[in-house]
């Protein structure tokens, strides 16, 4: 597959999404909590509490929705700083109670906006990065479709970050970076190619841990196996005293 051939295969209307993520790995543990206590409840960010294997985690998701009215409800995936904040408010919980994060990225990028520039998606992005980069607390990102610049970023200051192989993680989008380098959206597969946005080349880069592979049947498979990864992955994270946890994850961004 090219480049490009992976940015359609992370765009695919039929494509599973936060929810579904949510739902097959957590099932009727999961509760949500909303609103960010300062402004609103943004609907591009679902997160909450829930249950894995009988232990308790924080669930956070960048949600696109999964027909027109439920993506216009979550704005595209597309989050506005009180989306961010909510996230931060849930991270922060979860370092009280000593509770693992699990975020689910799937955004072309944070909306942009006047609204979202005015009450500062940049600072809200900022404190994110700053926030999660000291957390007491294990966390694990999982690019399950588009990983989009700072709004993906914003939740992804992880101990691990894991691609599905046809998820794309880059600091702009194929055809913002056409119209920037060329001036000419026609150049979006070659934009493509130049960004190394695939999972198989960010991880030679050493940007992310792992590929989690998409089997045909998706719906049987993926969840189960991904349920079992992210278990084990956090028996082994809690067991780390938070200072070395901390250590490990500033290192991790150190080597970039």
């Not at 543990?29 to 509490?49: N, Q």
């Not at 702009?172 to 959206?185: M, Q, R, T, Y």
């Not at 960004?195 to 993926?222: C, N």
């Not at 349920?227 to 946890?245: H, Q, R, V």
Request: net charge neutral; hydrophobic share 40%; aromatic share 8%.
């Amino acid at each position: 597959m090219s480049a490009y051939d992976h940015v359609t295969a992370a765009r695919a209307n039929d494509r599973p999404t936060s929810i579904d993520y949510i739902t097959r790995i957590f099932g009727s543990s999961f509760i949500e909590l909303h609103g960010d206590r300062r402004f609103a409840d943004d609907k591009a960010v679902i997160g909450g509490l829930a249950e894995l294997n009988g232990k308790p985690v924080t669930v956070i998701g960048l949600e696109k929705g999964r027909n027109l009215k439920e993506r216009m409800s979550r704005n595209f995936g597309s989050a506005h700083p009180e989306g961010y904040r909510k996230a931060l408010r849930l991270m922060k919980q979860a370092e009280k109670f000593h509770r693992p994060v699990i975020c689910f990225v799937d955004t072309s990028g944070a909306y942009c906006g006047i609204g979202a520039e005015e009450r500062g998606q940049g600072q809200a992005i900022a404190e994110n990065l700053m926030e999660m980069m000291t957390l007491k607390t294990p966390i694990l990102s999982i690019f399950i479709g588009e990983g989009g610049s700072g709004g993906a970023l914003a939740l992804a200051v992880s101990d691990e970050v894991w691609m599905l192989e046809n998820a794309i993680y880059s600091v702009i989008s194929p055809e913002g970076c056409a119209s920037i380098l060329w001036k000419d959206s026609s150049k979006t597969a070659e934009a493509s190619e130049c960004l190394k946005l695939t999972a198989q080349d960010l991880f030679k880069l050493g940007v992310i841990e792992r590929i989690i592979r998409e089997p045909r049947d998706m719906e049987s498979r993926l969840f189960d196996s991904l349920k079992n990864l992210i278990a084990e992955t956090f028996a082994k994270k809690l067991a780390l005293s938070p200072e070395k946890l901390i250590d490990m994850r500033y290192h991790r961004f150190r080597r970039f």
